[in-house]
């Protein structure tokens, strides 16, 4: 496999605490918001700038402010409660779209999870319609802000089927750099996954753009006719079938929480 050096210690073992809840004592106001998952702590923040969240009906800016169990915490008018937290993936089968409502879509993700939990639960991240593969989906908003965000550099590898063989000078540069409208984006690595096919590439990526690696590869001149994620945040789809639906285990949502998903 072709790759560039990657900052081995990026990140990888500094562990960070699990969540507290409301029943631990008072929490910042932005943690409470997280947890009823709404959006990540960074979100929240914007929110209650905006005056948009309420404590025991006034509004608060104050982004120190800390709210226990007792309060009502309304955000938009809706009151808002520490869900039980809710950790599902899916091996996502082509035609589905990945935002939560859609008029314009036939179907979207939470249709195939709908029977997993009576909590409400949200994508980790966009895969588009054609996109098959590993995808989190969550009412853990404050996790959701880490594997989304640029700065934790959150691993995922997909399997690209081309219309053509892929040339071992374009996979180096793809690895050094592909010149987008809006950015320079590289590859980690690329290999081909089964030797003797040269129209599949195994590439590893840590770029959260939408579509990314679609636009790798048409910036190429190549057509992408097939793209499934396989690796997500150190989840898989072993042993999952598609369309398929699991919860996490405990390690692995410990493993998530800590930031141990190189």
Not at 205 to 227: A, C, P
Request: with cysteine; charged share 35%.
């Amino acid at each position: 496999m072709m790759e560039k050096r990657i900052n081995a210690g990026r990140n990888a073992s500094k562990k960070r605490p699990d969540k507290v809840s409301p029943s631990d004592g008072p929490i910042r106001l932005n943690r409470y918001i997280a947890n009823s998952g709404v959006c990540s702590r960074r979100e929240a923040d914007e929110l209650i700038s905006r005056g948009l969240v309420s404590v025991n009906g006034k509004v608060v800016t104050d982004m120190g402010t800390k709210v226990s169990r007792d309060d009502k915490v309304t955000y938009q008018g809706k009151k808002l409660e520490p869900d039980k937290k809710v950790y599902i993936l899916l091996n996502k089968p082509k035609g589905y779209v990945t935002t939560v409502k859609d008029p314009h879509a036939e179907f979207t993700v939470l249709d195939l999870v709908k029977d997993a939990t009576g909590e409400r639960i949200y994508p980790v991240g966009r895969l588009d319609k054609s996109t098959m593969g590993v995808l989190l989906l969550t009412n853990d908003g404050d996790l959701t802000g880490k594997l989304t965000h640029p700065k934790y550099g959150v691993k995922k590898v997909y399997h690209v089927f081309l219309d053509r063989e892929v040339t071992r000078a374009d996979m180096e540069k793809i690895v050094a750099g592909v010149e987008l409208d809006d950015c320079t984006i590289s590859a980690d690595a690329i290999s081909y996954p089964e030797p003797e096919d040269r129209t599949q590439v195994g590439i590893e990526i840590h770029s959260g753009q939408n579509r990314v690696v679609r636009r790798i590869f048409e910036k190429m001149g190549y057509e992408v006719r097939k793209l499934d994620r396989v690796y997500f945040a150190g989840l898989t789809k072993k042993n999952l079938p598609r369309g398929k639906w699991r919860h996490l285990s405990l390690k692995e949502i410990n493993m998530l929480k800590r930031g141990m998903f190189k």
